[in-house]
């Protein structure tokens, strides 16, 4: 194993864990706005939804020609997989992970609570829709993952050190 192929795994390994620090974050920002009648947009808070893509920048393209009528953009993980065909290489650097969100957008459910400052003519009041046990069960997956992408991490040193000691 190259060095540098160490390294590009701690970087997509670094990646992992912001993108999981940043789904705690939007976990922990729902919790706490569950009762979160208004905001300065206005009307109830809208529960943040976390999503990851694969970031992309950066990342080997290998233009492979078998026939020169036909091309196409492939990306790889080792460029002896692609030996039979030409290829012409750029960036080499392994991808990540990329923090996306997006608000929910579904109705808010109403309670009925004329007493509420924020209470309709009707006597409703639109609460966010966020439930907790959700929340959790996501709070839970985002530390497991965390933890995975540290794992991951330090196999990669111990690989590194390992590799030093030859």
Same mark, same amino acid.
């Given at each position: 194993?190259?060095?540098? %192929?160490?390294?590009?795994?701690?970087?997509?390994?670094?990646? %992992?864990?912001?993108?999981?620090?940043?789904?705690?974050?939007?976990?922990?920002?729902?919790?706490? +706005?569950?009762?979160?009648?208004?905001?300065?947009?206005?009307?109830?808070?809208? =529960?943040?939804?976390? &999503?990851?893509?694969?970031?992309?920048?950066?990342?080997?393209?290998?233009?492979?020609?078998?026939?020169?009528r036909v @091309?196409?953009?492939?990306?790889?993980? +080792?460029?002896?997989?692609?030996?039979? &065909?030409?290829?012409?290489?750029?960036?080499?650097?392994?991808?990540?992970? @990329?923090? +996306?969100?997006?608000?929910?957008?579904?109705?808010?459910?109403?309670? &009925?609570?004329?007493?509420?400052?924020?209470?309709?003519?009707?006597?409703?009041?639109?609460?966010?829709k966020i +439930?907790?046990?959700? !929340?959790?069960?996501?709070?839970?997956?985002?530390? =497991?993952?965390? !933890?995975?992408?540290?794992?991951?991490?330090?196999?990669?040193? %111990?690989?590194? =050190?390992?590799?030093?000691?030859?």
């Open positions: 194993m190259q060095i540098r %192929g160490v390294f590009s795994s701690i970087d997509v390994s670094s990646t %992992g864990l912001a993108a999981q620090r940043r789904r705690m974050d939007a976990i922990a920002e729902n919790i706490a +706005n569950v009762d979160t009648t208004r905001t300065p947009e206005g009307g109830p808070y809208r =529960r943040r939804i976390p &999503f990851f893509t694969e970031d992309r920048t950066g990342v080997e393209t290998v233009k492979a020609q078998k026939d020169p @091309q196409t953009e492939l990306t790889y993980t +080792n460029g002896r997989h692609l030996s039979p &065909f030409e290829t012409h290489f750029r960036d080499r650097r392994m991808s990540g992970v @990329q923090y +996306n969100e997006t608000r929910d957008d579904s109705m808010p459910e109403y309670i &009925f609570d004329p007493a509420h400052p924020d209470a309709d003519e009707m006597g409703y009041v639109a609460k966010p +439930n907790i046990i959700t !929340e959790m069960v996501e709070m839970i997956a985002a530390t =497991r993952s965390y !933890e995975a992408n540290v794992s991951a991490i330090d196999a990669a040193k %111990g690989m590194a =050190r390992k590799a030093l000691e030859i």
